[in-house]
């Protein structure tokens, strides 16, 4: 079977409620306009510290691959969560979210891990404390191959801090906005080539955009998808992964934070945005996408954040590989 095919299998696969805790920091984000860029510990979607949760995979990561003793673990992570959101309050750092390492659970986990193990390039965009890719390098993938992404340098270096890995790791971040090549600028890592940007784009076998399509208006949702495809390996199997916010009954909606419209999507109008990507870069692309159902928990703590429409809300999961 193909990796397509393979990769098709899994994601057509029905939802057998396989709840998503992880969409509840990105489907707050709906809250009352008031709420805005709010840094406040008593904000909807900041979790204080006692309610951290670790799973067993992030306690052993943090054990093994930070070198920081279980106990002091908890704290520590809530020690730098509370320096993020002084950079901006996103929801995941308010949740704790940051510490879902989704990519562990794609349906291309194994796929990816080969590619990358076989000197693949892969970009974290967006990347904020880039836990996917430290995740990657648990798993034994060279750092030098992944790159990592974001508009706020504070996020990065932040990163270094929560990891601890500032010694050893020797990917490459650049800060940059990805609706604009010449802002990209190497601020971690390989710093020494300040064009290191432009000669990576265009030989990126993965990027993953995580929770981070999800925070555009339409028209900057398309232009940026292109932009990704710009990043992208031209070559077929080259892969765009992800999860987003996404709903069973797609539409526009106004969030608060930054003050816009998005576009919550469900598996059909998320091809169909490709389909558009594709004409306008001349590229064709396999769609995969499921929407994950919301967990009861997740559900109620949400509700409390007075959001009308959170029954309809799902987590989105993509894959979506070059033809
Ligand atoms: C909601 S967070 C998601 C972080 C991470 N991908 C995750 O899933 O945990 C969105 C990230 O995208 C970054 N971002 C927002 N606008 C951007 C832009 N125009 N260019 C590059 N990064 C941007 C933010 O700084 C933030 O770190």
């Not at 989704?102 to 194994?110: C, D, G, H, L």
């Not at 290191?196 to 030989?203: A, E, M, P, S, T």
């Not at 993953?208 to 949702?221: D, K, W």
Request: hydrophobic residues 40%; negative net charge; aromatic residues 12%.
């Amino acid at each position: 079977m193909s990796t397509i095919e393979q990769t098709s299998k899994a994601l057509h696969a029905p939802i057998k409620n396989k709840y998503s805790s992880m969409a509840n920091d990105e489907a707050i984000v709906s809250a009352s306009s008031a709420e805005a860029h709010d840094r406040s510990r008593s904000h909807v979607w900041y979790k204080p510290g006692e309610q951290l949760r670790l799973t067993p995979y992030t306690l052993n990561l943090f054990q093994n691959y930070s070198q920081i003793p279980t106990e002091q673990v908890a704290a520590h992570i809530i020690g730098v969560r509370e320096k993020a959101w002084e950079v901006y309050p996103y929801p995941c750092i308010g949740s704790f979210r940051f510490l879902d390492f989704a990519i562990t659970e794609s349906p291309i986990f194994t796929t990816a891990l080969s590619k990358l193990k076989s000197g693949g390039k892969y970009l974290d965009l967006g990347c904020c404390f880039a836990q996917d890719l430290r995740a990657l390098v648990y798993a034994g993938i060279p750092s030098e191959n992944l790159f990592g992404a974001d508009l706020q340098s504070g996020f990065i270096d932040l990163s270094y801090e929560l990891f601890k890995d500032g010694e050893t790791l020797k990917s490459t971040f650049f800060k940059g906005d990805i609706f604009d090549f010449s802002t990209f600028t190497p601020i971690r890592g390989n710093t020494s080539d300040p064009g290191l940007f432009q000669k990576i784009k265009g030989d990126i076998d993965i990027i993953s955009a995580r929770s981070f399509l999800h925070l555009f208006s339409p028209e900057q949702e398309f232009k940026a998808a292109c932009q990704i495809v710009e990043i992208l390996k031209d070559s077929p199997g080259s892969i765009i992964m992800g999860r987003q916010v996404g709903s069973f009954t797609p539409g526009v909606e106004s969030i608060s934070l930054g003050r816009r419209e998005v576009f919550r999507h469900d598996p059909q109008t998320w091809e169909e945005l490709w389909n558009k990507v594709g004409e306008a870069t001349n590229t064709k692309w396999d769609v995969q996408a499921k929407l994950l159902e919301l967990s009861p928990d997740v559900k109620d703590s949400v509700k409390a954040a007075e959001l009308a429409d959170i029954e309809t809300r799902g987590w989105l999961e993509f894959v979506i590989t070059k033809l």
